[in-house]
């Protein structure tokens, strides 16, 4: 009877052990397999690129972590509201529907009350590095230093510069314009071929002047068949790719830009008009007015035109950037608008007073994601 017991146990026990050999294998298979989804090994052994970013942050949780960085900007620990996304990123599985305020206030207080440093509460978690360099790309140019003008009564011409650390990425449309919008990243398109649409719609009037997000430079400009008269910006670090479409019929631009010209966060790009799907140039079929506004990843240049592209959603970050809307003014002559208060991003500066961009004049991009 002892034997038969002992007999019984021994085999509970294999089995047992199988079946966390197979759950271990499965486990593992996962782990792979998710980190095969994230990145593509490219010819050089050593070298892996992000290949997918589904960019899932909240407005509240942008908003909260931004908070942060500006509240600590010259505190004895600065708080980097990229990193906070990346660690809530990692711990979430880049699902923000999970995300509570006082998960952030938490991670904040260890950080500035000296108790952890984010070194060390990232040592073991596998995908921080992940998160951390796609949100980055996300992200990487609109907080920092610049200097703006500013309305003062008491001033010369009404208005004085000032030096500020924050925000200094915009909303794609000028301050006072009336918008609507919705997430309508992922829905059916069908002109030309059955898509998905890679873009965020902002729907407005014919002539609302059109703002520049972020820096950079213009990198297309003209006719494409699926967004009409369109204009693409490529940040300075090369990481961001800024695509707006469907501008305005006979007056798309602003009339200084061309291809190459470095534009600076808040400039007056192009007005809102419903121009596209057509072969023909400079046709309205657009039912809707509307800006189209995209924006591409890109962390390895084979990804720029290829059936790899990353585009995000970008819903919660455009009603993020409410907050920082740039004000126009018309000039009655010439029909332009210009910005009503100037900027220095030192980002662009540098560029401008070392001229260190470049782009690829003979292979201008054109995306035809509408």
Known sequence: MLSKLKAKHVHVVI????????????????????????????????????????FDVSCEALDRAYRYDVETKDSEVHLNWIELLAYLGAKYGGDFSKYRQKHMTELADKLTGGKATMEELTRNMK???YYLEAYTAVLGGMVGEYQIEVK?????????????????AFLPIAKNYPFSHSDDFGVSRSYGFKRKHLGHDMMGQVGTPIIAVE?????ALGWNQYGGWRIGIRSFDKKRYYYYAHL???????KSLEVGSIVQAGDIIGYLGRTGYSSK???????????HFGMQLIFDESQKESMNEIWIDCYELIKFLYRNRSETVRDPETKEHHRAYQMIDPVAQEYINHQIYDYDDENIGIHIYE
């Not at 820096?215 to 990198?219: I, R």
């Not at 140039?281 to 800006?291: A, G």
């Open 127 to 129: 995908y921080y590095e």
């Open 15 to 54: 089995c047992e052990f199988i079946i966390l050999l197979i759950l271990s294998t499965v486990l593992i298979s996962r782990g792979m397999a998710r980190e095969s989804a994230m990145y593509t090994q490219l010819q050089d052994p050593d070298k892996k690129i992000i290949k997918w970013v589904d």
């Open 152 to 168: 003062d009564d008491t001033a010369p011409g009404g208005k004085r510069w000032e030096e500020k650390y924050g925000l200094k």
């Open 215 to 219: 820096s950079g430079y213009v990198e």
């Open 281 to 291: 140039e400079n046709v309205n079929n657009i039912r809707t007015p509307h800006l």
């Open 248 to 254: 305005r019929q006979n007056f798309p631009f602003n």
